[in-house]
């Protein structure tokens, strides 16, 4: 543990981050995808190989270009360390990145500082250990019993809106947060066109459609920024590549 | 408890001693790589200008936000606990993916063997093809990310380097049209999701504005718990109101 006696630095946190974030992200693989196999090897069941791969296929059809097509889109938004965060956690959209949204709000830290990348990172620990403990308390440890007291109709209702119901007040804060007015609308527009117009008529570019709306959005707001502004290294401390 | 069927003959098999061992360990991987993250937030914070006080609100706020979806993804888990018994949901619901991926993956793989969740041909079998589907899906997202996030890495330095500003537009732009696009994914599916999403919306610009006239800051932080809650109360009505999605 060398880097205990390093001085403060980025590239000391991006070492420690990227050493350690891929060893767990590792190791987390590898025990998940253990539960199946054993089950698979002391389980009686008339299970061959084949239709464990029938079975896969059949799911890497429909997800198979999310493996790709996610990290891609989450990059420019977690940067490398809260990639191996996030990809072992899961849960992105509707958890990780509304947590690092609130934590930049609460700051006054902005995406694409540093200042915003740590408060991001700490922001998903913390996210992270409220996932853990809710998982172990809530549905390890009292699930069972939590289920025979839950009307089903509350249940049913929380499957089906949780995404939306956590989505409207989340955008609200980011746009509230990051005060782009110009991005914004950029940003609402193209996202009204490609998932409301485009993928519609054209419906095999379904799984990209995030994706596609985040690069045209990048495209669209990165030739029309105002060159003045962002095209030099500003002294004001909330400027990236400086801190 | 024994099912008078048999259908669930799995669940004495899934609820396991070993599995429930490998469920606790998965979830204290995520608490060491959260530890290890932690310190090096707070060696380094400094270099980006950050003091140590904004390091635990960060934290503080990340962990607070992340109270009410944590609580409504506890209520899906749970209702998927006598489907696969209590450690396989732990393991896949709490690492990557989410209880809808897994629901769909779980519902995609039994399809191939004829089968349907929840109901009588969802047999041993069944059950661990599904899982097993499960699970290579779910370590499909891992192995992609641990192999894209170096060649992404030196690509967006290379990116820092031609243009400063390229680092300083994109991740506010990105972020900005991946909720939006999120959100209007959302439109489409039902008049319930779009009560859903607008009263959520409502409420979270009602907690900003008190939150910086009252200057109640923790509003900000509850914000999302609140918005979470109230439109999902929403929902609630409109739903067995009848302008809920069709039955899946």
């Known amino acids: ?243 | 408890m024994t099912s008078a069927s048999g259908s669930a003959d799995y669940l004495g098999l899934a609820n396991a001693p070993i599995l429930w061992i490998l469920a606790f360990a998965v979830m204290g991987v995520v608490v060491v790589q959260s530890l290890i993250y932690m310190s090096a937030v707070r060696k380094n914070a400094e270099s980006a200008g950050m003091s140590q006080q904004e390091v635990r609100s960060a934290f503080r706020a990340g962990g607070v936000a992340a109270i009410g979806p944590s609580l409504s993804v506890v209520l899906v888990a749970i209702a998927l606990l006598p489907l696969f018994g209590t450690p396989p949901v732990v393991v896949r619901v709490g690492l990557i993916g989410s209880a809808a991926t897994e629901v769909a993956s779980a519902s995609i793989a039994a399809g191939t063997m004829g089968a349907n969740l929840g109901d009588e041909t969802f047999t041993r079998g069944v059950f661990i093809v599904a899982l097993m589907a499960m699970s290579l899906s779910g370590a499909g997202w891992m192995i992609s990310t641990l192999i894209l996030t170096p060649i992404f890495k030196r690509s967006s330095h290379k990116l820092e380097k031609v243009n400063p500003a390229l680092m300083s537009i994109i991740p506010g732009a990105a972020l900005l049209a991946a909720f939006a696009a999120l959100t209007f994914r959302e439109i489409p599916k039902s008049p319930t999701h779009v009560i859903a999403v607008v009263v959520s919306a409502i409420v979270m610009t009602i907690c900003l504005f008190l939150a910086k006239t009252l200057k109640a800051p923790w509003l900000k932080e509850w914000g999302l718990g609140i918005s979470l809650l109230v439109g999902l109360v929403a929902a609630y009505f409109a739903h067995y109101a009848g302008l809920g999605a069709p039955e899946a």
């Open chain 1, 1 to 243: 543990m060398s880097d205990i006696i390093t001085a403060p630095s980025h590239a000391a946190f991006e070492r420690t981050t990227t050493k350690w974030g891929s060893i767990t992200l590792f190791i987390g693989f590898l025990i998940a995808t253990s539960v199946p196999f054993y089950l698979l090897f002391v389980a009686d069941a008339n299970v061959d190989l084949g239709n464990v791969l029938t079975g896969f296929l059949a799911v890497f059809a429909v997800y198979g270009v999310f493996y790709i097509v996610e990290p891609l889109t989450y990059f420019p938004i977690l940067g490398p360390a809260g990639m191996y965060q996030a990809f072992l956690i899961g849960n992105i959209s509707n958890k990780l990145l509304p947590s690092a949204i609130v934590a930049q709000d609460t700051i006054g830290a902005k995406p694409g500082t540093r200042k915003g990348e740590y408060a991001a990172t700490m922001a998903i620990c913390g996210a992270a250990i409220i996932h853990v403990a809710s998982m172990v308390i809530f549905v390890g440890v009292l699930g069972t019993w939590l289920l025979t007291l839950i009307p089903e109709q509350v249940t049913l209702v929380a499957k089906l809106y949780i995404l939306p119901a956590i989505l409207g007040g989340v955008t609200v804060q980011l746009i509230a947060s990051l005060r782009q007015v110009k991005s914004t609308l950029i940003a609402l527009a193209i996202a009204a066109l490609v998932i409301l117009v485009l993928i519609p008529l054209v419906p095999v570019l379904a799984p990209g459609d995030v994706a596609i709306v985040v690069i045209v959005t990048i495209v669209i707001t990165w030739f029309t920024r105002n060159r003045a502004v962002t095209d030099r290294r500003t002294d004001d401390g909330d400027s990236v590549g400086i801190n």
